[in-house]
């Protein structure tokens, strides 16, 4: 009624201004969507071409379960999820994408021959070395994958592979860089240091003593003796970190003394796994799926072939075609009146990826090769094996069947097992959709609260935390979890999370039960901490006096082991030190192989600041590494890791020059 009214009155020149008024933010809104990009689901767009959040987060969680598998119980989770992290895996994902693009622009392409043959030295579809059709063909099912889409990404891969390799292939490594790369790798350094460490015990180690000295007097004197030497050592310790000492620290370092902001959430938790109830289908219904699915269970007929190619374009004159179609039929009449079949393949085959072999194309099975060709192997027989010239859009085949493998595979019997655990597992997916479609739709309705759902689905309300945006244990340790519990939606709002994907049939919904802040930790909670980083400093200050003390007293002809005798300190001294000594501590043949050589007036002489205290080092000699000539398979080594370091600087170089004529935008805030 209301509508009807106001269109009733929607009746001359002001009634028309003003719709017009009305209407032209509209057009403008509509009018600018054609001219922006909506890259809302973009985490970065790199000349135009968006890489999604959909596209990023499946190629994170690839990475990240690739190197789980390769560190195995030494994998991190938390160190994965770092944003840090996350970063450098989206630049990979940006240059991949530039190279890809850089790949179209300069029309580089790989033959099929060439990608043939890359497939089958890959070893995972080999057996005994040699390429294996049907473990080709199993693998890539396992992963979810068909032949098609494999080679597709294979190809778009080898590809962008091209800029890359040439860099590679190009690099070299000069006389000069070998040559100077042996002069620092193989140096050898003479030198004596004397070790002078933090002692940060000391203060214990004097208290301890004073302890003692108060049992020998409490022994002889009495217990009055003894509460005055306990005082003593009491007034020693306060001394050597006083009150002011520990609070000017800890009001010097507040970042090093500071909670992490954490929450406290509570969790509904839906996972198939779980669910229980099994659901045991009718025999005749396993036998259904047996007979859709028959061809994942029976291995079809395969047979071992192998052709000549006579190249032909299928756009050429009729006359070339039919000049290529006589070739071929020609050698067909030759293989056929006994001539060798893998001899005629090597002289006259066209194709390079076979016609080295014999042309030889291993075992084949339907649906592996063009229609064209596959249905000429399939007429052959072991009477009939060299067929008449078969055409496709190759050229003219002529086709030599070699043996023929029958079907085989599982009977009912042997695959019931497995249907059964794929029935029963599809009924709990179709459990838990239901189960979580009805979560949703109650916490939706009260999203203030996750009692209404849990007591409707029979679930129990869990607890995790505390813990923070590096996560936790539990559902912690899933980072989407860390996201959900720190998002507005949960924090700031105070509601229910959305669903929570845990991994296949897996979820949970959070709400916030407490949040805690970053704070300053009270000074008494830290009190130990503070005190062991002054007593820390302090004997840091005291080694440094020491080993400057000592500097003072060294010459270029002390005798260093005599110092150390003198002083109680531990030295060390080799001849011919390396860079890959591994009985010289880390930090010191680091700094040891910084110093400048000594000169004419003598050894260097000069104290190192070292991990847990100080060094003087007397520096007596610098020896530059010389190969040896008979030392040619060393050369060669150190020439492929020159080269192998150029390559890798031209390919970051080539990299950035990309970038750098690029428009490379990123979203920070959606990683």
Known sequence: MVLQTIRDRLNGIIAIFILGLLIIPFLFVGVSSYFTSDAVNAVAVVNDQEITLNDYNQSFQNYRRRMQNLLGTNFDAEQFDQPIIRRQHLDAMIDQELLAQASIDAGLSVTNERLAAAIREIPAFQVDGQFNTEVYQSRLASQGRNAQQFEIDMRSQMVMNQFPSAIASSAISTNWELNDYVRLQEQERAFSALLVPAATDQAADETDAEEADAEEVDAEDGSAE???????????????????????????????????????VEYLELDAATIGGIVEPDEDQLLARFGEQEARFITPESRLASHILIEIDAQAAEAEIETARQQAADLAERARG?????????????????????????????????????????????????????????????????????AHGMSFTEAREILLAEYQAEADERRFIEQADRMVDIIYEDPTTLDAAAQDLGLEVQLAGPFGRLGGAGIAASQEVVKAAFSDLVLTQGAVSDPVDLGENHLVMIRLLEHLPEALIPLEQVRDQVMASVRAERAMEAARARAEGLLAQVSADSDFAVLAEESGLEVLAQEAAKRTSTDIRADLRGKLFLMDAPGESGPLIEVMELNDGFAVVRLERVTDGVLPEESALQAESYKRRISNATASTETFAFLRMLRSQSQVEVFEDRL
Do not use: C, K
């Open 226 to 264: 003894t509460e005055a030497a306990e005082s003593e050592s009491a007034e020693l310790v306060e001394e050597i970190i006083d009150e002011d000492s520990i609070l000017a620290w800890y009001e010097s370092h507040p970042d090093d003394f500071r909670s992490q902001e954490q929450v406290i």
């Open 338 to 406: 006994g001539e060798d079949f893998a001899a005629l393949a090597r002289e006259f085959s066209q194709d390079a990826g076979s016609a080295a072999n014999g042309g030889d194309l291993d075992w084949v099975e339907p649906g592996f090769m063009v229609q064209a060709f596959e249905d000429g192997l399939y007429e052959l027989s072991s009477e009939h094996p060299i067929s008449d010239p078969v055409q496709s859009g190759f050229g003219w085949h002529v086709i030599h069947l070699r043996e023929v493998r029958p």
